[in-house]
């Protein structure tokens, strides 16, 4: 099911119609339509149209609701070639497959590049913000839904960071110097309320839109990161992995009593490992780690799509490796078939032109629709 063109870049996973049934929508840059959906039918999924203009949406999308309508909707960022930030409105009870979604600005201004956002209540109103970089102008900026969502939107800062040249954790392909990305969310402080991780750094909410940083490995803000309790007890971890690049998966426990983050290697070597996710695959009560490296260029072709099982004690004596040599980037896990158990969206960039694979997990038990 090739969405077209060359160069998907970004994946989100939402109930678009509302059945039961997770759906997913691949974004495209380098040919129309750049939005498209796949809603689950009995036999398989229907395409749906979303954007039929030629847009340049960066990596890293969400979904949300946001005209609270009970409709989830879609935030999307443009890449380097790109100063804005849009959400397109589902049409809820309307949704046609030949209809374009309509496209409401969020941000047309400043700086280029939207790498990763994300939805999360920060400062626990029960609403949910929105959270994106913008690699830019250096910042990471949030918004709260506006009253009306299709007007104008009031955009501030959380963090910004300075260009500065770091000790490299990993031998990047496009990080500029000390560039930012990745973005997930944890209550690391053990206080009820949910912060901001991303950028090797995780980010406490004070109160009147002020935020306080605190670094967790200065050498490695470039990469993806996933946030969890994979060690039971204590605050959560955060595991980074480098996205565009090689470097290794690093597994970030806190310590109380020198009140540092201290890193344990999980796999030495990781190439482009710009999918991942903490997630309790098998139910047995502990977090496992879901990964995926890139066929970049159509390069690495050993990569490997893994489960990392986990037993609770930060530890992952087993390994399962879901496939080799196929293109993973951004991709996605979650219950696509309505089964019960959780299955995997396999967005490749631009191996085969637009390459997706869907993994279903013990085939599919049953259907809902």
Not at 264 to 279: A, F, W, Y
Not at 316 to 326: L, M, P, Y
Request: hydrophobic letters at 30%; one cysteine or more.
């Amino acid at each position: 099911m090739p969405n077209g063109g060359n160069q998907q870049t970004c994946c989100t996973v939402a109930d678009f119609n509302k059945d039961g049934i997770a759906d997913f929508v691949i974004g495209e840059r380098s040919k129309s339509p750049s939005m498209v959906a796949y809603i689950r039918t009995k036999k398989g999924w229907d395409k749906y149209i979303i954007d039929d203009q030629l847009r340049t949406p960066e990596a890293g999308i969400c979904s949300l609701d946001i005209n609270g309508d009970g409709y989830p909707d879609i935030v999307a960022g443009g890449d380097y070639q790109s100063n804005q930030v849009w959400w397109y409105e589902n049409p809820g009870r309307n949704l046609t497959p030949s209809i374009p979604w309509k496209r409401h600005i969020i941000k047309d201004w400043g700086a280029t590049k939207h790498h990763d956002i994300m939805a999360i209540d920060f400062d626990r109103d029960g609403k949910q913000e929105i959270v994106f970089w913008n690699q830019g102008c250096q910042t990471l900026f949030f918004a709260r839904i506006p009253e009306d969502p299709t007007g104008k939107w009031e955009v501030k800062p959380v963090y910004k960071y300075e260009r500065k040249e770091y000790p490299p954790r990993a031998q990047y392909k496009f990080n500029d110097i000390n560039e930012h990305e990745g973005l997930d969310q944890a209550d690391i402080d053990d206080d009820g309320t949910l912060d901001i991780v991303g950028g090797a750094t995780w980010f406490k909410y004070l109160g009147q839109d002020r935020f306080e940083a605190h670094i967790i490995d200065s050498t490695y803000h470039y990469s993806r990161c996933a946030a969890g309790q994979l060690i039971k007890g204590g605050k959560p971890e955060v595991v980074l992995v480098v996205g565009d690049g090689i470097g290794p998966m690093l597994l970030y426990t806190y310590n109380k009593k020198s009140g540092e983050w201290k890193s344990k290697t999980i796999i030495d070597k990781v190439t482009n490992g710009h999918s991942l996710r903490l997630i309790d695959i098998d139910k047995d009560g502990n977090l496992d780690i879901w990964f995926a490296e890139m066929r970049l260029d159509g390069g690495n072709e050993q990569s490997q799509h893994c489960i990392l099982y986990g037993d609770g004690k930060g530890n992952f004596n087993r390994k399962e490796i879901i496939s080799i040599g196929e293109d993973l980037h951004e991709s996605k896990i979650a219950d696509v078939d309505g089964d019960g158990d959780l299955d995997i969206i396999g967005k490749g960039y631009n191996l085969t032109g637009g390459n997706l694979n869907i993994w279903l997990q013990n085939g599919t038990k049953r259907n809902k629709q």
